[in-house]
């Protein structure tokens, strides 16, 4: 195996509403509800950088199509991160994510590398963390 990804599929209670969130609230580019004829067929595919998507799927659907049983949520199970170029950006993004409905987990601030972050989770409880990082200079 490659050491690469390709899609992140965040698993949804309410699609419709989680494509609002994405589509509408954050900016990323969709060609919107797919799959829609198929029984646990229903996503939604988001691009993000050149060869990787994001995917958002009812939870149900998921269970379904891997076999396994439906568990609870927990936010801390992993985190998305988005890097940015600068404090003010961390800023602007996080005041957007609470603008489109996410909430709030934790304002930005500064870290103890020497970065300056936040954290804001989606509608379904998927914790982002925007982050400025003085140490990589590629976003």
């Known amino acids: 195996m ?5 899609v992140v599929t965040l698993g949804v209670d309410d699609l419709d509403r989680a494509v609002a969130f994405y589509r509408d609230g954050l900016g990323f ?28 799927w009812p939870r149900s659907s998921i269970a379904h199509d891997s076999g396994l049983g439906a568990t609870a ?11 940015v170029g600068s404090k003010a950006e961390v800023d602007a993004v996080i005041l957007q994510a ?4 996410g ?10 590398y020497g970065g300056y972050a936040g954290y804001f ?9 925007v982050v400025w990082n003085p140490a990589l200079d590629n976003v």
Do not use: C, M, Y
């Open 73 to 83: 949520r927990s936010p801390t199970e992993f985190t998305l991160g988005h890097n």
């Open 98 to 101: 609470g603008r489109a409905g």
């Open 103 to 112: 909430v709030i987990v934790k304002e930005p601030h500064d870290t103890f």
């Open 29 to 56: 580019p969709t060609e919107g509800i797919i799959g829609r004829e198929f029984e646990h067929g229903a996503v939604a595919f988001f691009q993000l950088q050149p060869g990787l998507r994001l995917a958002v």
């Open 2 to 6: 490659k050491p690469r990804i390709t």
């Open 121 to 129: 989770q989606d509608p379904d409880g998927h914790l982002w963390e």
